[in-house]
């Protein structure tokens, strides 16, 4: 029983880790152009921006699943996200992406904005241009600042997805759920927070381990 | 023929004018040094030489080169980075590059221009050889946090000389240090002027200034108040402002 269990508690993780890795993917690079925007000179182009990180950072991520998901339907009429699992997971996707990279751009800024300007000007009078700049002198600092940060949304993140079962994303806990009506058992369920702790154990070692080869340099 | 030639230069913050029209030349191989009491704008100045403020009005020319004029106040980026190429800076607060070692440091802005790996090389070697100039042969691989401040401000200034600039600049190099750390520095500084390197130090420290400099402008309230020799400007001052100035530091 106990195999049985553990094996198909390892199917519903599969779920899990297939949104979690995609949706890193995704937003951590979607995350440092929002972040681009939100410090924009421009107001036309940051306060739009600002606005929508207000939007998603001021509403829980099950309400963005469900309007994401129903949304184009209800509104538009269009059924945008196509039938069956992968139209549920695509939507899930979309609404973990948008509210991961809002939450990472919000970070990002807070680290690019860190930095002091007496970099950015010793840089100038070298002669490097703004592209070097960013590259060779600001990304490397920012990315040590922001590790720390961005291990915290990581980890978060592993557990979030089990919000997705709320547009009936197949993922572990919905596998752990299946024994209680199946077989009457509820420590399956119980049993997938082994699952969720030794992951983000191993993403703590990880984490660890990258602030410990950035720590050469203060 | 004068190295660097500043005219009517001007510049504004919001309403607050801070330049207020400032004119002086220099000669290749000397070193100037720029006194004033806070806020009186030689650092501002400075910013300015080195395109880091964009002034309002008036002219800057290097080698008889205009680089700057008002009309064309709106320089673009390769504009600005070739006017810099004839300025080199080193900062108050150093600003090294945290996650590059000292050689790194110095090395860095050459060698994106390089074109061939023995220019790479010749930089490598070059590098090596400002930081053994400026005492820093042992500390070559060690990182900023690992340096005194004394020892960051001269890998700053092998860095600044790396990209062999026509004037080397300095905003006050010591103020930032601890007493017994500006010394070092003083030296160094001494050492350059004594190989004629074209230098404008921004410093309070008004002994250094009249030993090491060839001339002394005395900065009041935005305008030039005092320019001339350091007997002359700091032993005996003719403008009022300079010699409260001068008795205030002295007591």
Redesign the interface.
């Known amino acids: 029983m106990f195999t049985n269990v553990t094996i198909s508690l390892l199917e519903g993780f599969f779920g899990t880790l297939k949104l979690f890795s995609l949706t890193l993917l995704f937003s951590l690079p979607l995350g440092l152009i929002i972040s681009f925007g939100s410090m924009n000179k421009s107001s036309i182009v940051r306060l739009p921006i600002r606005f929508i990180i207000w939007i998603i950072r001021g509403t829980p991520l099950m309400l963005q699943l469900l309007i994401i998901f129903y949304g184009p339907g209800v509104f538009l009429g269009v059924n945008l996200w196509g039938s069956g699992d992968s139209g549920r997971f695509t939507a899930a996707l979309v609404a973990f992406v948008i509210n991961y990279a809002c939450y990472f751009s919000e970070i990002f800024r807070g680290g690019i904005q860190s930095i002091p300007k007496g970099q950015y000007e010793a840089a100038a009078v070298l002669g490097l241009t703004k592209r070097q700049t960013f590259f060779k002198i600001v990304l490397f600092q920012v990315i040590k600042k922001i590790v720390p940060p961005i291990s915290n949304e990581v980890i978060t993140l592993v557990k979030d997805t089990s919000l997705a079962r709320v547009i009936a994303f197949y993922e572990i806990i919905w596998e752990g759920e299946r024994f209680i009506k199946s077989a009457g058992i509820i420590w399956p369920l119980f049993y997938t927070g082994v699952f969720y702790l030794v992951f983000s154990g191993l993403l703590t070692l990880l984490f660890g381990y990258i602030e410990k080869r950035l720590s050469y340099f203060k | 023929m004068a190295i660097l030639e500043v005219n009517g230069l001007k510049k504004k913050f919001d309403d607050d004018e801070i330049l207020k029209g400032i004119s002086f030349s220099m000669e290749k191989g000397q070193t100037l040094s720029i006194l004033g009491s806070s806020g009186s704008g030689k650092t501002t100045l400075l910013r300015c030489l080195?395109?880091?403020e964009v002034p309002d009005d008036g002219t800057i020319s290097v080698n008889e080169d205009l680089l700057f004029f008002a009309d064309n106040a709106k320089l673009t980026?390769v504009q600005i980075?070739k006017n810099?190429?004839h300025?080199?800076?080193v900062?108050q607060?150093f600003?090294?590059?945290?996650?590059y070692t000292a050689l790194e440091n110095v090395i860095?802005?050459p060698k994106?221009?390089a074109k061939s790996k023995e220019e790479v090389n010749e930089i490598i070697e070059r590098g090596k050889e400002l930081l053994t100039k400026m005492g820093l042969s042992e500390k070559m691989d060690n990182?900023?946090?690992q340096l005194s401040g004394g020892q960051q401000q001269r890998v700053a200034i092998a860095?600044?000389l790396a990209?062999s600039p026509d004037i080397l600049c300095f905003d006050e190099p010591t103020s930032a240090l601890d007493p017994e750390l500006t010394g070092e520095v003083l030296k160094v500084i001494k050492e350059l002027a004594s190989q004629h390197t074209t230098m404008i130090i921004v410093t309070h420290e008004i002994g250094f200034a009249r030993e090491v400099s060839d001339e002394i402008i005395f900065m009041d309230g935005g305008v030039i108040a005092e320019q001339g020799t350091p007997e002359q400007v700091i032993d005996n001052p003719s403008n009022e402002r300079t010699k409260q100035f001068l008795a205030n530091y002295l007591k």
Do not use: S
């Open positions: 080195n395109f880091l980026d980075r810099r190429h300025f080199g800076m900062f607060q600003n090294l590059f945290p996650q860095l802005a994106l221009e990182y900023p946090h860095r600044a990209l």
